[in-house]
């Protein structure tokens, strides 16, 4: 059965940092497109980071452009994502999702071309 789980979520204060994991089963990630998007309450959800894990291409939305890093783990079949200075705005449940591999490079935000998702890990950052 193809899984993935979402972990690391929490509560912080602005300025402070969650490392978030995504821990795929079933499956390998190497030939898929990971994705984290995020969804805050009354909002739809956003694409935040992406990597495509057979050529690295990595992208990230805006508002977290220099403050958030993906990441991979081969060996462990997971992808993180780091957040660092975090802010009030950031907060939401966040998701991973895998896509199944096109020709494309990189990678992209477009929800409906993901296959697999996980159940999600709330981030409230919060003074």
């Known amino acids: 059965q193809l899984q993935l789980v979402e972990s690391g979520g929490g509560l912080v204060q602005p300025g402070e940092s969650l490392r978030l994991s995504c821990a795929a089963s079933?499956?390998?990630?190497?030939?898929?497109?990971v994705g984290w998007f995020r969804q805050a309450p009354g909002k739809e959800r956003e694409g935040v980071s992406c990597?495509?894990?057979?050529?690295?291409?990595?992208d990230y939305a805006g508002s977290v452009k220099g403050r958030f890093t993906i990441s991979r783990d081969n060996r462990e079949n997971m992808v993180y994502l780091q957040m660092n200075n975090l802010k009030p705005e950031d907060t939401g449940v966040y998701y991973c999702?895998?896509?199944?591999?096109?020709?494309?490079?990189?990678?992209?935000?477009?929800?409906?071309?993901?296959?697999?998702w996980g159940q999600g890990t709330q981030a409230t950052v919060s003074s």
């Open positions: 999702a895998a896509q199944d591999l096109t020709l494309a490079p990189g990678c992209d935000f477009i929800i409906h071309e993901y296959d697999y």
């Open positions: 990597i495509n894990l057979v050529d690295g291409i990595t």
């Open positions: 079933g499956f390998t990630l190497d030939y898929y497109v």
